[in-house]
């Protein structure tokens, strides 16, 4: 979204957010992601977290810490923080009344074709998380220098794009967009191998026995597996281990 | 089929001969893909094409001719077919025109970005609507910027060889860039011109074995032309293309000096005729450059110092060559065999950039938009042509636009084609 009083000169990617929310604390580590990158001293963090996350670049950046997870799944009983997230953005910014903040949810949501008593979920959620946190205004924000530019090299046949390293998906460790974990119950499973078999991401093998292991580095919480099993012995707990 | 006409030595008497031919240009370019040892050929009939892949279905099916040949249910296909062998490693031959080339528009860029190099023909026929058959360059120039190297051809030697040449300069490690090489249809697909036919041994020795970089096995499996997503990566794998292309030209000036010593046929990037004393310098590409030399001699005779430049490779574009040839000329007379509709030719850009940064560039470079849809053009139209540019020079003025050149008497011909279409 762009919007302000005067004209926007910016285009496309944000190279020096001035806030940050990151929805995960998991992302904070992954290195595809690199949401603190280019915050600058006297900016703000905000982290969908319960506790306090130790980040690898200590910072001047005002940070705070809340589990709108946990909101979103009281109010309407999922995952999903579009609202909840929306809400803490506008609070944090100061410019975005509660009262806006209600009629972009309940007509933004009715676009989407969403039943009025889910809308007026989501209208809670909104509320509970502006309600969660303070306005932050922005100190004097210092951005890092600019970047040398340089030539590109002719590379030969090093600048095809040709993949040779075959199966390196697993290199991606999408483990970190887990907001829930399957876990086994080994007392109830009897090594049928059917979420061997559904897993579609491949994620789980099975250990001499027959019983499933879960890849929690890949496995990206998809619960294909949760449903499938025939004995419900596969549960589900918030995730946890994203560090 | 082909007559032979009579045989003559090497010029290097290295034992090796030339048979000399009375050759069509599709029977020419069918010639080149089996010197050539093509070893896949997808194919799909539109004409003026159809000829070429007519001939090589039947060498295939005689067996004369060593290799896979399929008829493909679309030029999409074609194309997908062509460029996906390439990338196993085969060397690979096919032909289009028009229509079908615009038809598997998609995979130029595909095929160009995963570094495949395979020769496709292109036989110019004019783009729809109104439908026609006959030529101009339109169909080509629209594949300009797809990363294929693009060469065109006068006549039908240069049809054949730069087959040769773009086998070798596209399997160059230095560019492993496909290419497109353009002959005029009818001007040259169904004309018959005296060919020098190189012996498979020459051809052999000129052009080694085509030696893919990361070739698909189905045991050593590779991603060719990777989604990427990141935006830099893309800069840079688009960048390496324009590096590789811009590497053709002296790649092609090694292996043209290599041709040359093999079978005493020169070629330089562009062909410069009657330049050196010439005041007015017209610019032209592929067959109607013909009816442009015969317009200049005919000048030249009437004491007007007229020369001509036709460019040969016009992708990558030979810019030195071209400065070398047009730099402290007056007048340029750029005719552009094509158009964008809405601004003028396309050449003529290319060749005013080219010229722009010169202390001594010319004063007038004259965008001219002729022979569209094979529409002649006259000795008249070249000489009106040359004048506008020379009186433009001595006023030292522009031009308003292109001239789009038109006689009487093709105007008084399209009145009465108007008056039976309207049932007037």
Redesign the interface.
């Known amino acids: 979204m762009r919007l302000s009083d005067a004209p926007i000169l910016e285009r496309g990617h944000i190279f020096n957010p001035s806030y940050v929310l990151v929805t995960a604390p998991s992302l904070l580590f992954d290195p595809t992601v690199k949401p603190l990158e280019g915050m600058a001293d006297g900016s703000v963090l905000f982290v969908n977290s319960s506790k306090e996350v130790q980040i690898v670049q200590p910072k001047k950046v005002h940070t705070i810490y809340r589990d709108i997870t946990e909101l979103a799944l009281k109010h309407i009983g999922r995952d999903i923080l579009s609202a909840a997230m929306g809400a803490v953005a506008c609070k944090l910014s100061g410019l975005i009344s509660l009262q806006s903040l209600v009629d972009s949810v309940e007509e933004e949501l009715a676009e989407l074709g969403l039943a009025a008593d889910l809308i007026e979920k989501n209208v809670q959620l909104a509320k509970e998380c502006y309600s969660s946190v303070e306005s932050i205004s922005l100190r004097g924000l210092d951005y890092k220098p600019s970047h040398k530019v340089v030539e590109?090299q002719?590379?030969?046949?090093r600048?095809?794009?040709?993949?040779?390293s075959?199966g390196n998906t697993i290199l991606r460790k999408t483990g970190s967009w887990r907001v829930f974990t399957p876990i086994v119950d080994k007392n109830l499973c009897t090594a049928c191998g059917i979420c061997y078999i559904y897993c579609p991401e491949a994620c789980i093998s099975l250990d001499e026995q027959g019983y499933p292991v879960i890849n929690y580095n890949n496995c990206k919480g998809c619960l294909v597996c949760t449903v499938e099993c025939p004995r419900r012995a596969i549960k589900t707990e918030r995730e946890t281990i994203w560090s | 089929m082909h007559g032979r006409v009579s045989e003559k030595s090497d010029k290097n008497g290295e034992g090796d001969h030339m048979v000399l031919k009375m050759l069509t240009g599709s029977q020419a370019v069918a010639w080149a893909a089996r010197l050539a040892r093509a070893e896949y050929i997808p194919a799909y009939p539109i004409t003026p094409q159809t000829e070429i892949i007519e001939i090589l279905s039947e060498w295939v099916r005689k067996g004369e001719m060593e290799a896979i040949f399929v008829q493909m249910e679309s030029e999409h296909s074609l194309l997908t077919a062509a460029g996906t062998a390439a990338a196993t490693g085969a060397r690979v031959f096919t032909a289009t025109s028009s229509q079908g080339l615009l038809y598997g528009f998609e995979m130029l860029y595909s095929i160009a970005?995963?570094?495949a190099p395979l020769v496709l023909v292109n036989v110019a026929r004019a783009l729809a609507a109104p439908i026609t058959l006959e030529p101009d360059h339109n169909d080509v120039l629209a594949a300009r910027d797809s990363g294929f190297l693009q060469f065109h051809a006068e006549s039908v030697q240069e049809a054949l060889d730069f087959v040769l040449l773009a086998y070798r300069v596209a399997e160059d490690?230095?560019v492993?860039l496909p290419a497109i090489v353009n002959i005029d249809g009818f001007h040259l697909s169904f004309t018959r011109e005296r060919v020098d036919l190189p012996e498979q041994s020459t051809v052999d020795e000129f052009l080694p074995e085509y030696k893919p970089?990361?070739p698909i096995r189905a045991s050593e499996?590779?991603?060719?032309?990777?989604p990427?997503l990141i935006p830099p990566l893309y800069?840079?794998?688009k960048?390496?293309m324009h590096?590789?292309s811009r590497?053709a030209l002296n790649v092609f000036r090694e292996a043209a000096k290599d041709f040359e010593k093999m079978f005493s046929r020169s070629y330089a990037t562009v062909e410069e005729y009657m330049l050196d004393d010439a005041d007015t310098v017209i610019v032209m590409s592929n067959s109607f450059a013909a009816v442009g030399k015969q317009a200049v001699n005919a000048m030249r005779e009437e004491g007007r110092k007229v020369g001509l430049l036709r460019i040969r490779l016009f992708r990558p574009f030979p810019t030195d060559d071209i400065v070398k040839s047009l730099r402290g000329k007056k007048c340029v007379v750029v005719v552009d065999q094509n158009i964008s509709i809405g601004k003028g030719g396309i050449i003529c850009p290319e060749i005013a950039e080219a010229l722009y940064h010169l202390e001594d560039r010319p004063k007038v470079i004259l965008p001219v938009i002729a022979g569209l849809g094979g529409k002649s053009i006259s000795l008249e139209e070249f000489r009106h042509a040359v004048r506008v540019a020379e009186r433009l020079a001595s006023l030292k003025a522009g031009p308003d636009g292109p001239l789009l050149l038109f006689r009487e008497d093709e105007a008084m011909l399209v009145d009465s084609l108007l008056k039976i279409a309207s049932g007037g």
């Open positions: 590109v002719y590379m030969g046949e600048g095809i794009p040709d993949l040779l075959m | 970005g995963w570094r490690n230095r492993l970089v990361n499996p590779v991603a060719k032309g990777i990427v800069s840079f794998f960048y390496q590096m590789a590497n």
